[in-house]
């Protein structure tokens, strides 16, 4: 397994399987896109290390629901943002994800 940092944070793990789970909030919903961000550099980072699968777990007042896509989805289908520091950011809506259940 293998911790994933991005800008000094933790942004999730990289387990054995290839499958990079992190945590998502609130506060990290796009609400214009109505979806989840993953950094341009974190998804080179998770390539570099043959990624196959991205799991955010978006924790929810209701509880967790869990989204499931590959990185070449946030890559083909994701839609660019940049915040004002220049983190650029692909981000999915969330009819986009695979699984969306309550974990």
């Known amino acids: ?3 994933i940092r ?3 944070k933790d942004v999730g793990v990289l387990r054995d ?3 990079f789970v992190g945590h998502r909030y ?3 919903v796009f609400r214009k896109f109505d979806g989840l961000g993953v950094s341009f550099d974190v998804l080179d ?3 570099q290390f043959g990624c196959r699968s991205i799991v955010l777990l978006l924790h929810l007042d209701c509880g967790v629901k869990k989204y499931v896509a590959s990185p070449e989805k946030f890559l083909r289908e994701g839609v660019v943002w940049k915040d ?3 983190d650029y ?3 999915l809506g969330f009819g986009c994800f695979g699984q969306k259940k309550l974990v």
């Open 1 to 3: 397994m293998k911790v």
């Open 6 to 8: 991005f800008k000094g």
């Open 17 to 19: 399987d290839g499958v």
């Open 26 to 28: 609130e506060r990290h």
């Open 45 to 47: 980072v998770l390539r």
């Open 84 to 86: 004002g520091v220049g």
């Open 89 to 91: 950011q692909r981000v």
